[in-house]
Nanobody
Framework: QVQLVESGGGLVQPGGSLRLSCAAS????????MGWFRQAPGKEREFVAG????????GYADSVKGRFTISRDNAKNTVYLQMNSLKPEDTGIYYC??????????????????WGQGTQVTVST
């Protein structure tokens, strides 16, 4: 079992920044794929960014490339999502997800076995 707890969401003006954190606990795995997804009201959950814990490789949705950065802190078992130049269309609930024993970046929600509870991000004036 892997437990994921997100934090760092909130209300921010367009052009602002936020950093989301996802703390992982429970069973450890030598290979682990991590992902950030988001879901806006009335829309399907969509991939935002992903990371291969063992390789350090990353991947991003086209809509956030150049603005968002996913990273990890091995000592803290934490994954971060730094979000800059935020736009109103970035609004949604952001979820952290984990896929044990997978190597690489995965964009499909079905690839992930564990999910956090989500944190709300609202970009508005």
């Amino acid at each position: 079992q892997v437990q994921l707890v997100e934090s760092g969401g909130g209300l921010v003006q367009p052009g602002g920044s936020l950093r989301l954190s996802c703390a992982a606990s429970g069973r450890t795995f030598s290979n682990l794929a991590m992902g950030w997804f988001r879901q806006a009201p009335g829309k399907e959950r969509e991939f935002v960014a992903g990371l291969s814990w063992s390789r350090g490789s990353t991947g991003y949705a086209d809509s956030v490339k150049g603005r968002f950065t996913i990273s990890r802190d091995n000592a803290k078992n934490t994954v971060y999502l730094q979000m800059n130049s935020l736009k109103p269309e970035d609004t949604g609930i952001y979820y952290c997800a984990a896929a044990p024993l997978r190597v690489g970046v995965f964009t499909a929600p079905q690839a992930y076995d564990y999910w956090g509870q989500g944190t709300q991000v609202t970009v508005s004036t």
